[in-house]
Each structure stands twice: as C-alpha cells, then as structure tokens.
C-alpha cells in the first residue's frame, strides 16, 4: 500500500522558512517523479513543484520560483520541499503526491503552514 | 499557462440525480493530459479519472469523462450519498500542472 507521510509544517513569521518533509513507503521511490501541491484554507488545489525520479530536473509554479526549492533523497525514501521567504499568502496544507504519468495516482495527508506574525 | 474553469461553482442535486461537471481549457489539451479528482472535507483528494476519460483504480463505473480540446466532462450516472464532494480538473502542458477552481456538488 502506498503511504506519503508529510511532516515539518507549523507556524512562521512572515519571511522565515520552513523545510517539509514526505516520507514514502509501499511502492518504488526512486522510480517515481514526486510533487507538492497546496491548499489554502476553504480554497482549491494548487500545484507547487516537482521532481524527475532521479531528482535531476525540477520544476515549480511561478509564484513560489525563487522561494521553493524541492528536492529529494532516493536512499531515504524521502521528497523535501525548502521554503524561504514565506508569505501570508503561502498559508496552506501542503500535500506530498506520487504522480504516474500526467497524474496524481497517490497523495498524502497534508502538512499544515501557516505564515502569521 | 492554460486556465481551466469549471462550472458551475456549486450544483446542488438528490442522491440518484445525474450530474455533468464542465471543465474548460483556454487552449487545446491533449486529451492524454486531462484528469479528474475528487475531494472529500478533510480528506485529500482521489484521482478518479485521467487521460480524459479512464477510470482509476477502483472507482466506480458510474464515473465517466469524456471530452477533447478544450472542452472536457465528467458525469456521474446516478448519485451516491458518498458522491457530494469538491471535483477538480487537473491538465499537464509545458512541464506545469494547474488545477481548474472546482465544482462543489452538495445535498440538495
């Protein structure tokens, strides 16, 4: 069974950072391109960046680029997302998913971050 | 970018109504690139439909997309108490994904 365990969120001043954190298990990590997505409270789905299986090519949404850098490491079974600069705007729970192909097939439960002095 | 805007906003139905959820691309998507998802409160969502028109793994054969272009459905034949949810389009171009705003199908 596939499981994503998202971790690291929590509260932060405006301009601070954060590191989140997914911890996959149940299918092959390193054979599998990654990706966060965001939800901001009552709002829809946003997708923020993701990763090649090897790690070597990344990409981001453009109003996080510059501020989110995703990585990940395939000996730890583990996907990152760095966060600098953080704004009111980037509130939000942050989702871990296993993307096939053009797709999310697997997602976790979320990571709360909320940017508040 | 693509923008995808999905109508209506909130469908209000009874449970054995038919439902049809528009999503609407501002240019051609393939429909390879195409997926449908849903969203329960305080769950994450579930894909239920990808390459426009075929269904995830375990989902329901009451679920069906269709559509090409820039104009692309998902219609529940028959609704199920489990069915009242958030339902977002999701379209891959350019390396990037966007999401269309969603469409809340609630208890009439």
């Known amino acids: 069974e596939v499981q994503l365990l998202e971790s690291g969120g929590g509260l932060v001043q405006p301009g601070g950072s954060l590191r989140l954190s997914c911890a996959a298990s149940?299918?092959?990590?390193?054979?599998?391109?990654m990706s966060w997505v965001r939800q901001a409270p009552g709002k829809g789905l946003e997708w923020v960046s993701g990763?090649?299986?090897?790690?070597?090519?990344?990409y981001c949404a453009d109003s996080v680029k510059g501020r989110f850098t995703i990585s990940r490491d395939n000996s730890k079974n583990t996907l990152y997302l760095q966060m600098n600069g953080l704004r009111a705007e980037d509130t939000a729970l942050y989702y871990c998913?296993?993307?096939?192909?053009?797709?999310?097939?697997?997602w976790g439960q979320g990571t709360l971050v909320t940017v508040s002095s | 970018e693509i923008v995808l805007t999905q109508s209506p906003g909130t469908l209000s139905l009874s449970p054995g109504e038919r439902v049809t959820l528009s999503c609407r691309a501002s240019?051609?998507?393939?429909?390879?690139?195409l997926a449908w998802y849903q969203q329960k409160p305080g769950q994450a969502p579930r894909l239920l439909i990808y390459g426009a028109s075929s269904r995830a793994t375990g989902i329901p054969d009451r679920f069906s997309g269709s559509g090409s272009g820039t104009d692309f459905t998902l219609t529940i034949s028959r609704l199920e108490p489990e069915d009242f949810a958030v339902y977002y389009c999701?379209?891959?171009?350019?390396?990037?994904?966007?999401f269309g705003p969603g469409t809340k199908v609630d208890i009439k």
């Open positions: 240019q051609s998507v393939s429909s390879n690139y």
């Open positions: 990763i090649s299986s090897p790690g070597d090519s990344t």
């Open positions: 998913a296993k993307r096939y192909s053009y797709y999310f097939d697997s």
């Open positions: 149940g299918f092959s990590f390193s054979n599998s391109a």
């Open positions: 999701q379209q891959f171009g350019s390396s990037l994904f966007t």
